[in-house]
């Protein structure tokens, strides 16, 4: 069978062909930034090392608008992850997350909370302080200077609002932490 003159088999052939190298290089593309390592991945026990960075460059420019901030959690184990979870359900408290163990950035090394430290040493997680009397809420600014330094806020999610949290995702969703994909230690912002 012809169309136009050319036979329809070799033009399927180089159509798979080519589906198939866009594939490759989409593959590529979108995948060359991680590590894969399957089931057996291993689970981080520190933070990654953009994350740790960044972290630091929060606490020094938020200390510049004269703002003293505390890094109240970063890695988390699984099993504390599963504490947390139960609070509100079945152990005394506020639920304060809906994430179980394995389901946080937080689990991944990829993730920060933080709180602001008053003027007596205290720590708030009062939204509206504005400790260093710029009459803008500190915790607006260290929101802003996050942002900037590429973070994602909890603040901004749709359903449970999580002010404290903060995370980096490098892209990579929470089921393709859980199958075994990780960012590479040199990933750029």
């Not at 740790?52 to 901030?69: G, H, P």
């Not at 506020?94 to 937080?106: F, K, L, P």
């Not at 994909?181 to 990933?187: L, Q, V």
């Amino acid at each position: 069978m012809k169309r136009r003159g050319q036979p329809i088999i070799p033009t399927i052939i180089i159509s798979c062909l080519l589906l198939l190298l866009i594939l490759l290089i989409y593959v590529y593309f979108g995948y060359h930034r991680y590590d894969y390592y399957g089931d057996d991945a291993p689970v981080p026990n520190v933070l990654h090392p953009v994350v740790e960075q960044k972290r630091s460059e929060l606490v020094e420019r938020a200390k510049e608008e004269n703002i003293a901030i505390i890094i109240t959690e970063t890695i988390r184990s699984f099993e504390r992850q599963n504490k947390l979870y139960d609070q509100g359900r079945t152990t005394a408290g506020d639920i304060v997350t809906y994430a179980r163990g394995g389901e946080s950035y937080h689990n991944y090394g990829l993730a920060i909370d933080f709180a602001i430290e008053d003027a007596d040493g205290n720590l708030t997680w009062d939204i509206h302080y504005d400790g260093n009397g710029n009459h803008l809420p500190d915790w607006d600014e260290v929101v802003a200077i996050a942002k900037e330094l590429g973070f994602e806020w909890g603040g901004d999610w749709d359903s449970f609002k999580d002010y404290p949290h903060l995370q980096m995702t490098f892209g990579l969703s929470i089921k393709q932490l859980q199958r075994g994909f990780r960012p590479k230690a040199e990933t750029p912002e």
